[in-house]
Nanobody
Framework: QVQLVESGGGSVQAGGSLRLSCAASAYTYRTYCMGWFRQAPGKEREGVAARTSGGTTTYADSVKGRFTISRDNAENTIYLQMNSLKPEDTAMYYC???????????????????WGQGTQVTVSS
C-alpha cells in the first residue's frame, strides 16, 4: 500500500513562491518514482515534475527553471519548490508515485500511479 501525505500549497500573488511537501514510507521513497501532477478546473491532468528512485529529475517545459524537486532522506519526503509563480499555475496539485516513470514527469499523471489527497495552489495576478 502506497500512501502519500501532502502538505503546503495556498494562495500567493504572481511572482511569489510556495513549497509543497510529500511524505511517503521509506520503501516507497527509496523504490518509486515520485513527483507531482496538477489539474485545473476543466483541464486535463498535467504532469509537472518527477524524480526517479535513481535521482533523475524531469520537468514539464511550463515549469522548467521555476520549479525544483528536492528531497530529505531522513524524513522520506520530497519537496516541490515553486518560484516565480504565474496565474496559469493555479490548480490542484497531487503528489504521485509510480514504480517506473518511463516517460518522466508525464508518467505520474496517467492511471496506474498512486496519488495523494491533493493540495490547492492559487496564484493571483
Amino acid at each position: 500500500q502506497v500512501q502519500l501525505v501532502e502538505s503546503g500549497g495556498g494562495s500567493v500573488q504572481a511572482g511569489g513562491s510556495l513549497r509543497l511537501s510529500c511524505a511517503a514510507s521509506a520503501y516507497t521513497y527509496r523504490t518509486y518514482c515520485m513527483g507531482w501532477f496538477r489539474q485545473a478546473p476543466g483541464k486535463e491532468r498535467e504532469g509537472v515534475a518527477a524524480r526517479t528512485s535513481g535521482g533523475t529529475t524531469t520537468y514539464a517545459d511550463s515549469v522548467k527553471g521555476r520549479f525544483t524537486i528536492s528531497r530529505d532522506n531522513a524524513e522520506n519526503t520530497i519537496y516541490l519548490q515553486m518560484n516565480s509563480l504565474k496565474p496559469e499555475d493555479t490548480a490542484m496539485y497531487y503528489c504521485a508515485a509510480r514504480l517506473y516513470c518511463s516517460t518522466g514527469y508525464r508518467s505520474l499523471a496517467i492511471p496506474g500511479s498512486y496519488w495523494g489527497q491533493g493540495t490547492q495552489v492559487t496564484v493571483s495576478s
